[in-house]
T-cell receptor, first 114, second 114 residues
């Protein structure tokens, strides 16, 4: 069964600190892995998309890593800001002929406190 | 950002009534998706469309139907709403290739079925 597991479920950090969110997946066949940010009451917004051959990808203060051998990914946030408070969703795309078959994790809810 | 809007944003209805949610995109994207988001779960695919009049079922399609008469509009219909369909519904449209294209999400439609 295709699954995406994220940890921790929730996290509280102080403004300016770094944090790392984890994602483990069992999805086959694998196409790519994505991280989304979802603010409360809004739709998800893409942060990164990584294919099998990419180990690291950055988007500003966000850096995603992918280990396709162990089927793990992480999202590192550097020098957190209050605006980073959101849910972060790991999504794996399973290679499919007809449509973009995305398996969503349940998300990690991050709260950044001043 | 891709121009994708959903309506209504909030709706309260009674069990047994029909409900239609509308998704409108201005980017001429071929692929469109309807998801539902429930607490503790990742987004789950209800239906998708790969072109005008071309639609297919996702993993949680029971009780839902869709229509796409124009590229820009993708409608989700609950023929007879049930309490289990209380959820937040997200529409997305997709650029690029089927497995690697980027998804752009709407702001969500919160539906409460009493």
């Amino acid at each position: 069964k295709n699954q995406v597991e994220q940890s921790p479920q929730s996290l509280i950090i102080l403004e300016g600190k770094n944090c790392t969110l984890q994602c483990n997946y069992t999805v086959s066949p694998f196409s790519n892995l994505r991280w989304y940010k979802q603010d409360t009451g809004r739709g998800p917004v893409s942060l990164t998309i990584m294919t099998f051959s990419e180990n690291t990808k950055s988007n500003g203060r966000y850096t995603a890593t992918l280990d396709a051998d162990t089927k793990q990914s992480s999202l590192h946030i550097t020098a957190s800001q209050l605006s980073d408070s959101a849910s972060y969703i790991c999504v794996v795309s399973a290679a499919s002929g007809g449509y973009n078959k995305l398996i969503f994790g349940a998300g990690t809810r991050l709260a950044v406190h001043p | 950002d891709a121009g994708i809007t959903q309506s209504p944003r909030h709706k309260v209805t009674e069990t047994g009534t029909p409900v239609t949610l509308r998704c409108h995109q201005t980017e001429n994207h071929r692929y469109m998706y309807w998801y539902r988001q429930d607490p503790g779960h990742g987004l789950r695919l209800i239906h998708y469309s790969y072109g005008v009049k071309d639609t297919d079922k996702g993993e949680v399609s029971d009780g839902y139907s869709v229509s796409r008469s124009k590229t820009e509009d993708f409608l989700l219909t609950l023929e007879s709403a049930t309490s289990s369909q209380t959820s937040v519904y997200f529409c997305a449209s997709q650029t690029g290739e089927v497995n690697t294209g980027e998804l752009f999400f709407g702001e969500g439609s919160r539906l409460t079925v009493l």
